[in-house]
């Protein structure tokens, strides 16, 4: 058990250090980040929650992403949803990979609380994958922000889905 958790952080050490230090990172190791994060967050409590991350790839051998694109988003999930508080608490995550590009969701409930003020204010997390999704895909990207009293939800969609340079090695 503990051994297990103690490899998947060496994987998420060694992509962070090593893989983010490229333009582009294979698919493949970005959704392994992310289930490793996953992973670890489901650490902190004793019974499972309703958390999901699904991910539908066709293909996705020579697909590449900009490194940490997607991870502030899941980590934002983590960071707003009272998980430990509220047993009707969700983090719902989805990646899809088509021919056409890629769409990534990532929707989590909010606390209900009486009074709360009105959020103007988009965090650094969210201001920096726009910036990301600007410099990679200039305009052909979506970024749809839904903040209700209920829920808040990124969807994004960029396209065309970056592939990696034929001489680059997984």
Do not use: W
């Amino acid at each position: 058990y503990t051994s297990g958790y103690v490899l998947k952080l060496a994987q998420m050490m060694r992509y962070v250090m090593e893989d983010c230090e490229t333009e582009l990172t294979p698919l493949s190791k970005e959704i392994e980040y992310i289930e490793n994060f996953i992973d670890f967050q489901k650490l902190r409590f004793d019974n499972d929650k309703n958390i999901t991350f699904t991910y539908k790839v066709e293909n996705h051998s020579y697909k590449s992403v900009p490194p940490m694109l997607l991870q502030p988003l899941v980590e934002n999930c983590f960071k707003h949803t009272p998980l430990e508080l509220d047993k009707n608490s969700y983090i719902h995550i989805l990646l899809e990979i088509k021919d056409r590009g890629m769409r990534f969701v990532a929707e989590n409930s909010q606390p209900l609380i009486k009074n709360k003020p009105e959020s103007t204010k988009v965090g650094i997390g969210i201001e920096n994958v726009k910036k990301r999704l600007e410099l990679y895909y200039e305009n052909k990207y979506e970024l749809e922000i839904t903040d209700n009293p209920a829920s808040f939800k990124v969807d994004s969609v960029s396209y065309p889905l970056l592939t990696r340079p034929t001489n680059y090695h997984v």
